[in-house]
């Protein structure tokens, strides 16, 4: 059974960091492009961060550059978003997804997302 899930969601102060995690489960995420993506109370769904499977980074959305990377591990099949400098405008739920023929990110298009972890940045 193919399947993402997210973890490493929480309630953190104004300029705090978290690591999000996605694991998957039945497939090879080095044979995907991933993306994370992120939606806000409400506001539609939005791209953060994607990373082809040739491992070229992609930002989405320039508020996050320079706070927010993503990055694989291969052997435990799981992707990351490291979040620094968080700001209130972060708190979201957020959300991994894949591709498997795509070297972008289209959040209309992704096979298979994962159910989303919730940020919440607040003092």
């Known amino acids: 059974q193919l399947q993402l899930v997210e973890s490493g969601g929480g309630l953190v102060q104004p300029g705090g960091s978290l690591r999000l995690s996605c694991a998957a489960s039945?497939?090879?995420?080095?044979?995907?492009?991933v993306g994370w993506f992120r939606q806000a109370p409400g506001k539609e769904r939005e791209g953060v961060l994607c990373?082809?499977?040739?491992?070229?980074?992609?930002e989405y959305v320039q508020p996050v550059k320079g706070r927010f990377t993503i990055s694989r591990d291969y052997a435990k099949n799981t992707v990351y978003l490291q979040m620094n400098n968080l700001k209130p405008e972060d708190t979201a739920v957020y959300y991994c997804?894949?591709?498997?023929?795509?070297?972008?990110?289209?959040?209309?298009?992704?096979?298979?997302w994962g159910k989303g972890t919730l940020v919440t940045v607040s003092s």
């Open positions: 997804a894949v591709i498997e023929y795509s070297s972008n990110c289209p959040p209309n298009d992704m096979d298979y």
């Open positions: 990373m082809s499977n040739a491992d070229r980074s992609i």
């Open positions: 039945g497939f090879t995420l080095a044979d995907y492009t």
